[in-house]
Structure formats: structure tokens, C-alpha cells
């Protein structure tokens, strides 16, 4: 890439445009409905808002907001715990800007700043354990979150605290993973899917090839996304490409980023600190198995969770938000009762609300007018979800790919 505005050409954007009219219209006549193609990363939702992409696309083919966020996805219970743990003497809470003004059941963490914690934003996690060097009388943790994007950043930085000896810092690992994830959208009952937008910067770290299973057990095309308004456009072109061949593949339209194989150095980082936990509660999906890592055995003393007593205590969301079915993609966020209401950036009641990532942040920030369009287009489909396949189990290798 020389420059972003080759990624940016209208000319080019019209002839995409048109071939995936084209190849919708075509698949959505055979359907007898529009062709859902899910993007898993907040990133990509983001970008499509910002560059008017849903506007542009025809009403044959809806793109279906998946639960790529991670700080959408962090249950409020997990929120009390962090909390609890920035309220107790001599600690310092460090974390990410996002991740600060996520609501737990009682307050955030800006929230808990403002009673009196000593919170602070942090860049990376390195800034977290600059900050515990220079404040060896204090416990310094850092709040780490993210899918595997943000897990190599983190485990480098335990590393980099055994290496240097620092022992007053510690960290409440909250990172997720995206395999499991994904297969729990796709054996969700309420939604039918006819393929994904892959993860971009998610892929840049595990690579390809742990999306393997999504074609040969559910049989349905993934492209792995950039995240420019061309990238995605193309990104849906070849999904559709793909529908319309009755194949179900794994592409890299992102190759100019993601290696087929992943990062090796990041990949060998994470397995040498994290090991997968049996559970993870996601906020809207539930409990899904080997979904969240945490600290091995070997880096136990680094772990927030052994050093501090907490809640630990599963906190359901507030009855009149709807972050879980915006999550899975089941209802659209200006579809939720309380968005642009009583949910709003200022006031959020769903961390969906929070995150820049966030779609319904997203929606927030760059939909206006056009969700009145979207309204209107929505009132003249006839959205019926249907079930998706019989679950088939899949191969224990995604297990270990995952991280």
C-alpha cells in the first residue's frame, strides 16, 4: 500500500458495488431473502458506518453486526470485580480508555475514580508496569482485555515483569478468544447465516487457518477484512463470489497484513503465560467453554485474581437492554428499546453503548438520518430467522489454534 486513498477510489467503489447487486439480487431470489453476511469485528462495523457502506449495499444483501468487541462483550459481573479490586488501599487500577467507562452493576471504573481510586488510562501494558516500577509501595493491576490482538502485548509484559523482578504488579486477565466465539454465533438457534467477514487484526496474530472449520463443518465462506471502505466492499464481493459457486472457503482478502500462519513470536508469548479457562461468561452469549484464558500455573504470582479477594459474582444486564441480541446479530441497535433514549454515550446502559468498536456507539455516532432508512428497508423485508444446521463437533486441533 503507497497510499490510503487507493483504498478510497469511488470509481472503484461503483464496480464493486455493482457486482455485488449483481450476485445478491441473484442469491436472494433463489433464498426468497436477502443474503445475511455476518462482520465479526467491531473495526469493520465501525468503518462500515463511517464510510456509509450499509447505505450503498441493496437491500438483497444485510449485514448482520457480530460480537467482535471486546469490551462489549465484558459481563458486568467481571466489571464489580475490577472495581472491587481499584477500591482496596494501596492499589492502582490501570487499563485501557474504553474499558474505564464500561457500567457494572454499581459503577464504572471513571466512575470509581471519581469516589476516590487511584484509576489511570494506560496506552499498553507496559505503561502499567513503568508505573508499578516507579511505585514499589503500591499494587499496581492491570485491567487486560481483548481478543488474541491485544494477548501478545500483555504476555510479553508478565514476561517482561519476571524478567525485571517486579513483584508489586499484577494482572486481571480478562482476554477472550475468537475461535469459540464464533462457533457459538453459528449454533445459535435464532440466526441464520450465509457467511463472515473475517477478523482483521485478530487474524493477523493466529492467522487463517483456525477458521478452517467454519467452511468444513458449517459449511460457510469466510474472507479474512481489511478495514478501508474498498477492502470491505471487495471483502463482501468475494464472499458472494464464493455463495454463488456453492463454496464454502477460507480467503484472505487482508494478505498485505495477515500471514496465513499467524505471528509466530506472538503465538509462542501467549502460550508460554496463558493457558485457556474451562468458562468464560460473555455479556448477551452466556457461558462458552475455553473461551477466556488466564494465567498459567508458572506466572500465578502475576495473577490479580489469587492476590485479591473479589465478588466473583455473574450480574445479569439491566431487562430493557438488549446488548445480548445486538451482539448476536438477532436485532439491529437501533432496534433496542432504550437506544438513543435512555442509552446513549453520555449514559450507557450496555457497554455496546461504550467502546468505540461498539456497533451501537457506531450507529450512534455516524447513523443519523440514514437509520430512518434503514427502518424503512427493514419494513419492507421479511426478516424470519432460521435455524441454523445440527451441531457437529468439531475438531479438538481448534482448541489449541485458538490461541
Known sequence: MKYVDEFRDPEMAKVLLKEISKISDSLAKDLKRPVYIMEVCGGHTHSIFRYGIENMLPDSLELIHGP?????????GRVDDCVAIAEQENV????????MRVPGSKRSLLQ??????????????????TIAKKNPDKEVVFFGLGFETTMPSTALTVLKAEADGIKNFSLFCNH???????KAVLDSPDLQLDGFLGPGHVSMVIGNQPYNFIAEH????????????????QSLW???????LGEAKIENQYNRVVPERGNKMALTAISRVFELRQFFEWRGLGSIDNSGVQLNAQYAGYDAEKKFVTPSVVIADPKSCQCGEVLKGAIKPWQCKVYGKACTPETPLGALMVSSEGACAAYFQYGGARIENMQAKQSQQSHQPQQTPPIIPIHPVIEETSL
Do not use: H, N, W
Open 68 to 76: 467482535g468487541c471486546p469490551v462489549c462483550v465484558l459481563p458486568m
Open 92 to 99: 492502582i487500577m490501570t487499563t485501557f480508555g474504553d474499558a
Open 112 to 129: 470509581a475514580k471519581a469516589l476516590g481510586a487511584d484509576v489511570r488510562m494506560v496506552y499498553s501494558p507496559l505503561d502499567a508496569l
Open 176 to 182: 477472550i478468544t475468537i475461535i469459540p466465539t464464533i
Open 218 to 233: 458449517y459449511q460457510r465462506p469466510v474472507v479474512v477484512a481489511g478495514f478501508e471502505p474498498l477492502d470491505i466492499l
Open 238 to 244: 468475494m464472499v458472494l463470489k464464493q455463495l454463488s
